[in-house]
């Protein structure tokens, strides 16, 4: 009977499934259809194994190699399909009709759904039918409505009970400012079993203490969190690795007093305050990381007029300044905005000058390549990989080089090269930076006596810049250990046509002939 009900499901999820619901199907469970392949046969009026259908050859059983492999391989080969895809291959034959039942793996998408009641339904019978005894991961997307909160408490208690590995909820707000997302049910915060937690616009608020024993990765997206909450989260996760906090706020200090967390992203910072109050907020505003054991740090998405300090990590290895702040240069006078970017960008290249990998985003790289025409240094680095995100336009040119001139022990230098940039200041504008880079080589191309590999990411129309063809010269003609020097083009554009390879072979042809002082540098081209 069990067997029949599965069977007959797989039609009424076939049509819960379908990008618009059918509404008016049967649900009926007496109605349901029963897959049989006797029943087939006898429709057909043939027998399968010495006749071919009309529109395709029909294998003899001992052929289906794939229905013949273990549930294991099945089932994992099914976990790699939507979950709609999945339940509809149970009308493939008797072996498959309950073999989605006992999928180790679940992730529903209501964006597949017309309206939200049909996605609740299909979730809800998908459920009801499956059997598995654990679940290595489970996955709710789906705009956030207040309607949902006691269906999310079943799914949440659902996937808790079967003891699941990796929980996510991404649940995305109906309105960008709104601050009431998903309330967690208290029984969450006393797991033993979950490595990895994904929150998206749900409310952190945990009554007592917080057992996490098991969790090695968490990430939360658009929440509000408050610092009392941030430390419970920390002392009850002795375990945790990799924190990830994207669009969120509530909080103005990060004091990791983790043992175990290596890796701390912090992807955009919403500044309420100033959102909030009509005078715009506190000039003052600041997001303090304090965080002596990790090792990884990654500071980027926008942080509107949020400033950023960071204290005592001693034991960082690697770092990405992507950051980049949307409201300074909008609302504030140009020159005051401009002053204290500056600032910041300063201060946070002085906390990390020991890091041995460094990325510096475009917007940092506006900050430098000022200062640089100001000619205020930028702050000395122990870098050993350097990593430049750039859209290689000539106002960046004056940050290019304070990089170079402040990093002497870099080894390997990364070129990222976007096709987008920023709105420079007059400043920077209207100065001759070609001149002013060219004035400044003598200053810097002593301290490239240790590069060794240059690695530069670029479109084909790039290739053409004379800002390009500037640096790439200057690196060939001051790195005296140089071993080489690889030009690559993003994975999107690497079907090239004939224009643009007839193109390439030009600038390639215009750099080999560049004068390089290292006798083993080799230079590689797309293509």
Not at 125 to 132: F, G, P, S, V, Y
Not at 215 to 241: N, T, Y
Not at 407 to 420: A, F, G, M, N, Q
Request: hydrophobic share 35%; glycine share 4%.
């Amino acid at each position: 009977m069990e067997e029949e009900q599965i069977s007959g499901s797989i039609n009424s999820f076939s049509d819960q499934y379908s990008p618009i619901y059918n509404s008016s199907h049967d649900t009926n469970p007496n109605n349901y259809y029963y897959y049989d392949d006797d029943d087939e046969e006898e429709e057909s009026g043939y027998d399968h194994r010495t006749k071919r259908s009309k529109h395709a050859p029909i294998l003899e059983e001992e052929e289906d190699r794939i229905s013949a492999l273990p549930d294991s391989i099945l089932l994992s080969i099914l976990c790699f399909l939507p979950i709609n895809n999945a339940i509809k291959t149970g009308v493939l034959s008797k072996r498959w009709v309950s073999l989605w039942t006992s999928l180790p793996s679940l992730s529903f998408d209501s964006n597949s759904f017309k309206y939200l009641e049909d996605f609740t339904r299909a979730v809800n019978d998908t459920l009801l039918l499956h059997r598995a005894p654990k679940l290595t991961k489970f996955d709710i997307r789906s705009e956030y409505d207040t309607d949902l909160d006691p269906r999310l408490d079943i799914w949440v208690r659902f996937a808790t009970n079967a003891k699941v590995d990796q929980l996510r909820l991404y649940l995305s707000p109906p309105d960008p400012l709104d601050p009431n997302g998903y309330q967690l049910p208290q029984h969450l915060y006393a797991n033993e079993f979950v490595s990895e937690f994904n929150f998206s616009f749900c409310n952190i608020k945990p009554i007592g203490l917080l057992n996490w024993v098991s969790l090695k990765h968490l990430c939360i997206q658009k929440s509000a969190l408050r610092e009392d909450v941030i430390r419970k989260v920390l002392v009850g996760s002795p375990r945790l690795e990799s924190l990830e906090l994207h669009d969120c706020y509530g909080f103005h200090r990060l004091d990791i007093v983790s043992e175990s967390l290596r890796k701390l992203v912090i992807d955009g910072y919403l500044d309420r305050d100033y959102i909030d109050n009509s005078d715009g907020g506190s000039d003052e505003a600041e997001l303090e990381i304090v965080a002596p054991k990790i090792h990884s740090l990654e500071i980027v998405g926008d942080f509107s007029r949020k400033k950023c300090r960071i204290k005592n990590v001693s034991a960082l290895v690697e770092v990405k300044l992507g950051f980049y702040l949307t409201s300074d240069f909008e609302y504030r006078e140009e020159e005051d905005a401009v002053e204290r970017h500056e600032d910041n960008v300063k201060k946070l290249l002085e906390s990390l000058h020991h890091v041995k990998n460094l990325t510096v985003g475009i917007w940092c790289l506006t900050a430098l390549s000022i200062m640089s025409v100001k000619h205020l240094p930028s702050p000395l680095s122990k870098c050993k990989c350097l990593t430049i995100q750039t859209s290689m336009g000539k106002c960046d040119l004056p940050g290019i080089g304070s990089l170079l001139q402040s990093s002497p022990y870099v080894e390997t230098l990364v070129i990222d090269i976007t096709s987008w940039g920023y709105v420079w200041p007059a400043l920077v504008r209207d100065y001759d930076v070609v001149n002013h880079w060219k004035s400044k080589e003598i200053y810097f191309k002593l301290l490239l006596l240790r590069l060794k590999s240059v690695k530069i990411l670029c479109f084909a129309e790039t290739l053409h810049q004379k800002e390009f063809i500037l640096v790439v010269k200057f690196l060939l003609k001051n790195a005296k250990v140089l071993e080489k020097m690889v030009i690559i083009e993003p994975q999107s554009r690497q079907n090239p046509t004939r224009n643009m390879l007839r193109k390439s072979l030009q600038v390639a042809q215009k750099l080999l002939s560049f004068p390089r002082s290292s006798p083993n540098a080799v230079v590689m081209f797309p293509y």
